[in-house]
Every structure is written in structure tokens, then in C-alpha cells.
């Protein structure tokens, strides 16, 4: 199967080319100020959080560029930074407007859940507070269906930028071949899948055990330690240390996987 069959050239790459993890561990430094500041400052953690999110949207189109065409270079030798910058900078607009169609159609199901949630409490205060069996069966099964849809789009579209970088292609032609790469390579993709979902959420609980060290609800009550400055900087290098690793790794497994079932990429 293609998806254990690119672990190896992954780990690999990623071996011979450490920098990979330089990168990614600074990417992901552009969290620790929101991390820090919820702890002691809310209110200006969440501008923070909203001025980040701004600064996010414009770096990682650059970023996700960047990390595909050093992905892809390390796979078969050595890379550097001039490579990222080389691969941000060219593929920086058509990578942009795709995240920002992505972006669309996420507002969109959101609109659309949002909607279900509504039918399903006027359901409520239709029955005059009592639960209609008729309404949860819809509500369910509008719910059930709008998940696999959305699983269906974000399954399908996981390599468009792959497709923009390494072969090329414009923003709707790079959406078009990631949907005929995985419904020509269905069962690689589900393993490729669930690797990389075991592996989100191992940075999850990472992020998760970080953000516990800064929650202004640690005290004398709580199970955890106090907030200290030692607790503060284990807790960065542990989310730093895992977010450089997962991102780094993401990229060098998520290109070996794309070259190997891709059957439109360059000779």
C-alpha cells in the first residue's frame, strides 16, 4: 500500500534534512504569543488570537508552498531555504486564492449547519418543548449527511496545493486532479488518512497539554501544578517540539505519498 510504503522515503528525507524542523518549529512560534497571553491577558489574547489569524492568511499560502517544494527536493537529496522561498514565491497567488475558496466553502457549511441547528431547535419549540422524534430523525440525518460531505470535500481536496506546486497546475485544475488522484487510489488514500489523523491528534493532545500549562484555572484546586516560569517553558518546547515534528513530517510523508500515486506528474 502506497501509505506505509511512503513512510520510509519520508523519514528518510527528513533525516538527511533537518531543517525541516527549523522551519516548521518557527511556523509554529506564531502561536506561542496567544498561547502566553491567555493565561494573564483574556481580552488581549484574543486580539491577538484575531490579529494572528489575519497574518496566518497572508504567510501560508507562502508557507505551504515553501514546505511542499523542500518536501519534494529532500525526497531525494539534500534542500535549503532559498528552495522555500523559490517555491513560496512562485506558487504564492494561485496557492493563495485556493485557500481562500477553501475558506468560502468552509463559511458556507458553517451557514448551513448553523441552519440545521435552527430547524432543529424550532423543532423544539414547536412540540412545545418536547423532543419529536420525527424532528431528531431529520435534524440526525441532515447532520450525519452534511459530516460526510464536508469528510467527502476535505478528503478530496488534500492535495490541491501538491498539485499547484509540483506539477504546475492552476487553482481549479489543482482541485480537479487532487479529486481524480483519490477516487483512483481510494483505499491508499483512507490508510494515508487515518495515518495522518493519528498523527493530528497526537499533536492535538500535544497542543492540548500546552495550553493547560497557561490556563489561568490552574491553582491550588486543580490536579496540575501551579503556574511557574519552568511549567511555562516545558510547556512551549513541548508544543514547539511536537508542532516542528508533526509539520515537518506532514510535509516530507505528504509529498512521498502524492509521488507515489500521482500518475500526472513530470517526467
Do not use: C, W
Not at 430523525?137 to 449527511?145: C, D, E, F, R, S
Not at 491550588?220 to 514547539?240: C, Q, R
Amino acid at each position: 500500500m502506497s501509505a506505509l510504503h511512503s513512510l520510509r522515503p519520508a523519514v528518510g528525507g527528513l533525516v538527511r534534512n533537518p531543517i525541516l524542523l527549523v522551519i516548521t518549529g518557527v511556523f509554529a512560534l506564531f502561536q506561542v504569543p496567544q498561547l502566553v497571553l491567555q493565561s494573564q491577558y483574556p481580552l488581549l489574547s484574543t486580539v491577538v488570537s484575531l490579529l494572528m489569524t489575519g497574518v496566518l492568511i497572508v504567510l501560508l499560502p507562502f508557507y505551504q508552498g515553501g514546505i511542499i517544494g523542500m518536501s519534494n527536493e529532500a525526497l531525494t537529496g539534500t534542500t535549503r531555504i532559498s528552495s522555500m522561498i523559490e517555491a513560496g514565491k512562485s506558487n504564492y497567488v494561485a496557492l493563495l486564492l485556493a485557500y481562500l475558496v477553501i475558506l468560502a466553502a468552509n463559511i458556507v457549511f458553517g451557514i448551513v449547519a448553523a441552519a440545521v441547528a435552527i430547524g432543529g431547535g424550532l423543532g423544539f419549540l414547536v412540540g412545545e418543548g418536547q423532543p419529536s422524534m420525527a424532528v431528531l430523525a431529520v435534524v440526525g440525518l441532515l447532520g450525519l449527511g452534511l459530516v460526510l460531505v464536508y469528510l467527502l470535500f476535505i478528503i478530496g481536496i488534500q492535495f490541491y496545493a501538491h498539485a499547484i506546486v509540483l506539477n504546475n497546475t492552476e487553482v481549479i485544475d489543482g482541485f480537479k486532479q487532487s479529486v481524480r488522484l483519490v477516487r483512483q487510489n481510494k483505499l491508499s488514500v483512507i490508510g494515508y488518512t487515518i495515518l495522518m489523523f493519528l498523527g493530528g491528534a497526537v499533536l492535538g493532545l500535544g497542543s492540548g497539554a500546552a495550553s493547560l500549562v497557561f490556563s489561568p484555572d490552574l491553582g491550588v484546586d486543580s490536579a496540575l501544578p501551579e503556574f511557574s516560569l519552568p511549567l511555562v517553558i516545558l510547556g512551549l518546547i513541548l508544543y514547539i517540539g511536537i508542532a516542528a515534528v508533526f509539520g515537518a513530517f506532514y510535509g516530507m510523508y505528504s509529498v512521498s505519498f502524492y509521488q507515489s500515486v500521482n500518475v500526472d506528474r513530470p517526467l
